[in-house]
């Protein structure tokens, strides 16, 4: 398996803005061991006009000096480089930030089938908050409070101790699928190409 130092876990707060899409206002980022490598607000570019203080936590205050996304990137980026990124409903949190990460170095427990309930035939993702209650015996979350994302990176972090072999054994198997398909895929395009090379040239009058 890989060694715990190249794992970090990741959450963000987002507010709502003026063009209605919502905004990244905080990133959290903690290691293995649950101590934090990144916390730092960011002020959207867009106007805001919902902290959505109940739930984020985020005030206008907080926000007023916060560096803008576009410094905040790079070293969201430097940070990620080379590591395991796990978190629930990631693609929400990278979109945010504007990041991409290679999806064979993503663990995401919204994703995770295990973690996951059928509804009407098909596979649909859980909440963090039920989860942690039901496999970590931890409430996260809490109503009335607002929502920390250290604690709620830390509850993806031990979801994903608590099933590390299983889960690393099954993407062990799908980035050996997908080495194969892309050999074949490889094969299949040199083949095409001898083919038609050999082709003669058809001209038309």
């Not at 963090?128 to 929502?147: S, T, W």
């Not at 690393?168 to 050999?183: D, F, N, W």
């Not at 090379?197 to 009058?205: E, N, R």
Request: glycine share 6%; hydrophobic share 35%; charged share 25%.
């Amino acid at each position: 398996m890989p060694p715990k130092s190249q794992y970090v876990a990741l959450d963000c707060e987002m507010v709502g803005t003026l063009t209605g899409q919502s905004a990244c206002a905080r990133v959290v980022l903690i290691d293995w061991k649950g101590r934090t490598v990144m916390d730092q607000f960011v002020k959207p570019t867009e106007p805001v006009t919902d902290y959505r203080t109940f739930v984020s936590g985020i005030t206008e205050d907080q926000l007023t000096d916060a560096p803008p996304l576009e410094e905040i990137r790079p070293l969201v980026q430097a940070a990620l480089a080379g590591k395991i990124l796990i978190g629930h409903g990631l693609s929400n949190d990278l979109e945010c930030l504007g990041v991409e990460h290679p999806w064979h170095m993503i663990r995401d427990t919204a994703l995770y089938e295990p973690f996951m309930k059928m509804h009407y035939g098909q596979m649909n993702p859980r909440k963090l908050k039920e989860l942690a209650q039901e496999r970590l015996n931890r409430e996260i979350q809490v109503m009335g409070q607002p929502h920390s994302p250290a604690e709620d990176a830390l509850a993806a972090l031990d979801l994903y101790k608590s099933h590390r072999p299983r889960w690393e054994a099954c993407m062990t198997s799908q980035i050996k699928e997908g080495q194969r398909v892309l050999v074949e895929q490889q094969r299949q395009r040199e083949h095409y190409e001898q083919y038609f090379a050999g082709l003669p040239i058809i001209s038309f009058p």
